[in-house]
């Protein structure tokens, strides 16, 4: 080799060796642009390849996530697992994701992801899990995801999809070689594959045995409270992991007060908001889910998971509470039904205060049930059979920076909350 070529060999390898730290860069990069905006990039295991991405919702500068962002995970090679949920992301973010083809689970939930979005998730080949909870997700938007022929669990809780629709997409699933789909519409309204509906039937199978044998005597209660219900069911099942001795995910559930609490990364129970409660997800994943608690032995029952979902809807309550009512007529004391057991308790708590004994703003108490249906001075607020035309329900829904929003401070109603004002209205005020 002469001095020339010799240059020429040099210039070529450092070229080479450049290149490679270039796609080296790249990818070093993307994880720091993830982690900056306090994604967390996790292995999977010893020996296993891939990684798990986890991202917040919002970024460490306290800013939403946005679409553009997510255009760095190309730069990451086999991503297994991508979790977006709550992210301010939508369809434009979705597009990033299309090269992902490595992906086997994807979050999704309350993003505002619609059907148009779903196209680009047509060549991910390996998505198992898909979680749309929550999303302004269609019937239509389902066509887009025929092609995933691997998918297990389809999560469409509180989705614009119907669930005849959702039938007829794991039926053509079916048709088209994919027997294992499983597709979830809320608690209660899950469509089962046929393996876990006989995986099911024989659960209560066993379960009926041993309540034969006069072994287990718990129930369904309407409005459990922590102390009564909640607390035994994570004593025997939850604190060998989340107690004093061993705190796994940094959680704690050995207290009201430190399930309340949550992880570092917040609370995992969110009173009245089932999908807002990680706590409440992570229990009714589907058996063999890698995220379900607890983790090993038998999965919940279908009573215990009952109980903490009455519980969460119910205000999550620490223990039973002796409600004082006051009211004008004093035999309304003895009165129940809707309004009292779950109307009133909200009025109570988030109205009284400008609507009751101290102060009658606007010229109306909501501290009974004759008062609130006696409304503003003369004017009625309540038209029985309409919500729409109840400025008691309309004005609790409006938007939490409008005018007329009650109440006018502090949070907004929870939408379990407004949801029961709507019922108990819808169903003739009484
Ligand atoms: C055998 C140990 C074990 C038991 C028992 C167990 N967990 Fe866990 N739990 C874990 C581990 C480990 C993690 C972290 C898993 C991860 O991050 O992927 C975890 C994570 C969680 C999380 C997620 C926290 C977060 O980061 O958001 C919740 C919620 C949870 N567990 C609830 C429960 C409940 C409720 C029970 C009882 C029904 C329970 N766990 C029983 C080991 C356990
Ligand atoms: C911080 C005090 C405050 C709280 C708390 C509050 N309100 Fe009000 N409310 C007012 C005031 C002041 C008015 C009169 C001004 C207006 O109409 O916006 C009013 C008016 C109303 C009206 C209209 C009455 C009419 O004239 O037709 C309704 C209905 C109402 N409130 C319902 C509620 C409900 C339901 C809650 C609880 C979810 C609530 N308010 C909580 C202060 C409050």
């Known amino acids: ?193 046929k393996a876990r509906l006989a995986a099911l039937k024989e659960q209560r199978l066993a379960l009926e045995a041993s309540e034969a044998e006069g072994t287990t005597e718990v129930t369904l209660v309407e409005d459990p409270d922590f102390k009564t219900h909640i607390m035994p069911i994570f004593a025997e099942r939850c604190v060998d992991c989340h107690g004093e001795e061993k705190q796994k995910a940094k959680l704690r559930l050995d207290s009201y007060e430190a399930v309340m609490k949550g992880t570092p990364d917040g609370p995992v129970v969110i009173a009245g908001d089932l999908i807002g409660s990680h706590l409440f997800q992570v229990i009714t994943l589907p058996p063999g889910d890698d995220d379900l608690m607890p983790p090993k032995g038998d999965p919940l029952t279908e009573i215990q998971v009952g109980l903490i979902r009455n519980w969460i809807n119910k205000g999550a309550k620490p223990e039973a509470e002796v409600v004082v009512v006051t009211t004008e007529k004093p035999s309304e004391n003895k009165e129940s039904g809707v309004f009292h057991e779950y109307v009133l308790p909200i009025l109570m708590d988030r109205c009284a205060d400008c609507h009751g004994e101290d102060k009658q703003k606007a010229k109306l108490r909501l501290d009974s049930l004759a008062a609130t249906l006696k409304g503003a001075g003369d004017e009625a607020i309540v038209v029985p059979g309409k919500p729409e035309e109840s400025s008691l329900y309309t004005r609790i829904v409006l938007p939490a920076d409008h005018d007329d929003r009650m109440p006018p401070k502090g949070d907004v109603l929870t939408k379990a909350q407004t949801d029961l004002i709507k019922l108990w209205i819808a169903s003739g005020a009484e």
């Open 1 to 193: 080799m002469n001095a020339k070529e010799k240059t020429v060999a040099l210039l070529l390898t450092s070229l080479i060796l450049v290149g490679t730290s270039i796609a080296q860069a790249d990818e070093q990069s993307a994880i720091a642009a993830v982690e900056s905006y306090e994604g967390q990039v996790l292995g999977i295991a010893k020996d296993v390849e891939g990684v798990r991405i986890l991202i917040p919702a919002k970024t460490f500068e306290g800013r939403m996530l946005a679409d553009e962002d997510l255009k760095v995970l190309s730069e990451i090679p086999k991503i297994v697992e991508l979790d977006l949920k709550n992210a301010g992301i939508g369809d434009a973010g979705l597009a990033h994701l299309a090269g992902l083809t490595d992906l086997q689970r994807l979050h999704l939930e309350k993003t505002k992801v619609t059907d148009a979005g779903l196209q680009h998730l047509k060549g991910l080949s390996s998505l198992v899990y898909l979680n749309l909870y929550g999303t302004e997700v269609t019937d239509a938007g389902l066509e887009h995801l025929k092609p995933l022929k691997q998918l297990k669990n389809l999560y469409l809780w509180q989705t614009k999809v119907s669930e005849e629709a959702a039938k007829a997409f794991q039926a053509a699933m079916e048709v088209a070689g994919n027997e294992s789909l499983e597709i979830n519409l809320g608690w209660e309204k899950e469509l089962l594959s």
